[in-house]
């Protein structure tokens, strides 16, 4: 018998692991409301065409998604645009605070709207992700206080990132999430 369950695929770039942590999380939420997910690195993509539902997500480095992410959706570009895709990022931006900060951190740089627009999701939410002052030089550091950043460490935010999984379970149709999921 063949399940009616919704077939998510979440596809994932990560350097440093943030992003593959938040992907898994994503998957673990959805696959608790009955949703058949399958995970993978974007380089490890499963064949697009078994999913209805592809979630995708990367880290942002020097202002872009990463290479596995850009080139995962110019070589899938023509089968994303034909599925329900929902896509995140993963950067310092939304931890950003202050004036200026903030202003800078809603801004979605320009090479990563050029391919969100390719692809045109239906949603694409970007999060915090972790970040270190070790191995940061101090010009990079003082940047970081001067926009507003106010910690190191783990910014992510996981209610949010809850929050925008039920977001794609209900706009699926799954049931609300009786989630016994740890937040990391």
Known sequence: MESNAPRIAVVYA???????????????????QGAEVELSDAEHAP???????????????????LPAAVTFVRTHRAALRNKNVWLFSVGLGPALGGRIGSRIGRIVPKKIATLRDSI???????????????????KARV??????????????????????????????????AQSNIVVP
């Open 14 to 32: 990560t350097e440093k692991g943030s992003t593959r942590d938040i992907a898994e999380f994503i998957a673990a939420e959805l696959n608790e």
């Open 47 to 65: 064949e697009l065409s078994r999913f209805d539902t592809v979630v995708l997500g990367s880290a942002i480095h020097d202002m872009d998604l």
């Open 120 to 138: 045109t999701p239906r949603d694409y939410q970007a999060f915090s992700g972790h970040y270190e002052c070790v191995g940061v030089s101090l």
């Open 143 to 176: 940047l970081y206080r001067l926009m507003g950043g106010g910690r190191y460490g783990d910014l992510r935010d996981w209610a949010a990132i809850r929050s925008w999984s039920a977001t794609i379970a209900q706009s699926l149709g799954l049931p609300a």
